[in-house]
């Protein structure tokens, strides 16, 4: 039997790629929780997309709640960081800390994310804050950097073979200044 993993997505090409990658050893759930998004229209039409690929390959999609306000609560005064910075750290530990203790309530043993699979992320830094996190709400993160053995590559093939919407910037109303 496989162990269930929560899989924290940030966007669904990256997410169809991973999940793809895992479920060979993971029982797989998907988790979007993403309230760094803006606009709310970009936030919609990457949970569509998300759950378009969820039913496609019959995955089960949690969705999160799309609280912008808090997220930017947490960040005030990080809003001229630049890309990378203090900023993107807030952002990745308040997801994971949503996808951890969802993880916890699903009683899935282990925890990853997509934020990985970025070549603008620091996968070293993701995963120690997923690590911190999952070790708090006592379960075991799957410490990966999906970029590579080119995973941004092969999931970027995949969306265009399927079809999917690729964003041009990270997400929030700040990372969207940057492109």
């Known amino acids: 039997m496989k162990s ?3 899989l924290h997505i940030c966007c669904v090409g990256c997410g169809v790629y991973v999940s793809q990658t895992l479920k060979q050893d993971y029982d797989i759930r998907l988790f979007f929780y993403n309230p760094n998004i803006w606009p709310t229209e970009e936030y919609e039409k990457r949970l569509a997309e998300a759950e378009k690929i969820a039913e496609k390959f019959k995955l089960e999609l949690i969705k999160g709640d799309y609280s912008h306000d808090k997220w930017l ?12 910075g203090e900023r993107c750290l807030i952002c990745y530990k ?3 800390e949503a996808a951890a203790a969802m993880a916890k309530k699903l009683n899935c043993g282990y925890l990853t994310t997509t934020l990985t699979t ?5 996968a070293g830094a993701i ?3 997923g690590e911190q996190v999952a070790e708090q709400h006592v379960i075991k993160f799957l410490n990966q950097d999906f970029k590579k053995h080119d995973g941004f590559k092969k999931s970027s093939a995949l969306s265009r073979e399927l079809g999917l919407y690729r964003q041009n910037y990270c997400g929030c109303e700040f990372s969207r200044r940057a492109v």
């Open 4 to 6: 269930k993993l929560l």
């Open 73 to 84: 609560e947490a960040v005030r005064g990080h809003e001229d960081d630049p890309e990378r």
């Open 94 to 96: 308040f997801r994971l």
């Open 118 to 122: 970025s070549p603008h992320k620091n």
């Open 127 to 129: 995963n120690q804050l």
